[in-house]
């Protein structure tokens, strides 16, 4: 039993050391560059601060390749500079701070190209300096390593030697006398910066750019959405083609079973019209036609009663049968209501016939409208477009749009390897197991 306990024993304190040896180490470089008047880099230093937490011993080694003449500035740890590598040991009771600096002779990520205007010409610096009139300074930056950075431009001069000619490039910031003037730039590929000044004694300002590697604000939610839409366009143009199928059928329906109005039809109103008043004439006829005879059987009376021949007794006989039947006939009412029926007949074609028409000339614009949806047209003065050309130009916009959805697929591809970049980017040197953090200074000094 307390053989067992002692083995428990050393076995915690042998987990507590191996705790105690756990370290987190991270490792910030700061990369100040100081340029020439053109934008070439003069010379390139390095302030390396390398934090270690934990307890313990430690020792770290980073790559040195690219490093000269390092100098150490923290008590308590010490150094070791090789050709390809240094190394840092010491211990560490929570947190260590380890400072050093050292020459960098490694090509920058990025390359500045400053070219000046002196009234609007293009000239070096001893043609300007303490000159009066316009500068403008131009500045050309552009990435050497596929990797994106963000760039903060900031000088400030007194105002008195100085006037901004561009304040609405920039954020300006004035303090007493003193103006501070900061730009940003995101240099994909490449960016530039244009900084113009007046003075009555021209000079060139401090100006430093501030580079850290990261990615650029982008919202790529705004991506999913131009996806959405794309498939969402696909079954706009499949609602587009069902409907001009329903609306060709439509039409052609109306086009096979075309309503006609026979000829024959046409002129029935006018036809009936016609016997109508013919009626009414041989009704008004047969009315008189009685007077008329009458006339007619009084002058064969009065010669048949004067003669004694038997021809005109014959004709009295024959002329009194027809007085008699011509009095007890009634054709002339007859005709009349034959006329009658013949108005009405005229009067109900006449409806039939309005309503037809109307009927014909709703179906003629139900059938223009319809063509007009199909393939566009004016509605009230409005020219809109049909469904044919809707569906050919979203077609275009498809086709536009899917280009752009693989350009923003490459796009966010690149951004992908970019973040994997800058998850382990160091620019000195790379401590095995370290988090990683670079920032970049470049400055251009006062010339004046």
């Known amino acids: 039993m307390k053989r067992a306990f002692i083995i428990g024993v050393i076995f915690l304190l042998l987990i507590g050391l191996s705790l105690g040896n756990s370290l987190k180490i991270k490792n910030d470089e700061t990369v100040y560059v100081l340029l020439d008047y053109d934008g070439k880099a003069k010379k390139v230093d390095l302030v390396n601060w390398i934090e270690v937490q934990g307890q313990g011993g430690f020792e770290i080694v980073k790559d040195a390749r690219y490093i000269k003449n390092p100098d150490l500035y923290s008590e308590d740890v010490k150094m070791d500079f090789t050709k390809d590598k240094i190394r840092f040991y010491g211990n560490v009771k929570e947190v260590k701070n380890i400072y050093y600096k050292a020459e960098v002779n490694r090509k920058l990520p990025l390359e500045f190209k400053f070219t000046y205007k002196y009234n609007g010409k293009v000239a070096s610096p001893k043609e300007f300096l303490g000159k009066s009139g316009n500068l403008d300074i131009e500045i050309y930056i552009k990435p050497i390593e596929d990797l994106p950075f963000r760039i903060v431009m900031s000088t400030e001069f007194p105002s008195d030697d100085l006037i901004l000619r561009n304040p609405e490039d920039f954020m300006v910031m004035v303090l007493g006398k003193t103006v501070r003037v900061t730009g940003f730039t995101y240099p994909i590929p490449d960016g530039k910066i244009i900084l113009s000044l007046k003075s009555n004694k021209l000079k060139v300002p401090d100006i430093t750019f501030t580079a850290l590697p990261s990615l650029p604000p982008l919202d790529l939610s705004t991506g999913e959405k131009l996806k959405e839409f794309y498939n969402g366009l696909e079954g706009f143009l499949m609602l587009n083609q069902a409907h001009q199928k329903i609306l060709k059928g439509i039409l052609e329906s109306l086009e096979k079973n075309t309503l006609s109005i026979p000829q024959e039809f046409l002129t029935l109103p006018f036809t009936l019209m016609s016997y109508q008043n013919k009626a009414y004439f041989i009704s008004d006829s047969l009315k008189t036609y009685p007077k008329s005879f009458n006339n ?53 074609s006449k409806k039939a016939m309005d309503l037809l028409s109307a009927s014909l000339e709703g179906l003629q614009k139900m059938e223009e409208l319809l063509n007009t949806i199909l393939y566009g047209g004016e509605i009230e003065g409005k020219k809109l477009p049909g469904l044919v050309d809707v569906e050919k130009n979203m077609k275009k916009s498809k086709d536009t749009l899917k280009s752009n959805l693989m350009e923003l697929e490459k796009g966010e591809k690149k951004l992908k390897e970019w973040e994997n970049k800058l998850k382990d980017y160091n620019f000195a040197g790379r401590i095995e197991g370290a988090k990683s953090i670079v920032r970049f200074y470049f400055k251009l000094k006062e010339m004046k």
């Open 296 to 348: 007619l059987y009084e002058f064969i009376k009065s010669k048949a009663e004067g003669s004694k021949e038997e021809d005109w007794k014959k004709a009295l006989s024959l002329a009194e049968e027809v007085k008699k039947e011509i009095e007890e006939n009634n054709m002339s009412d007859d005709v009349k209501k034959i006329g009658d029926f013949l108005a009405d007949l005229n009067f109900q």
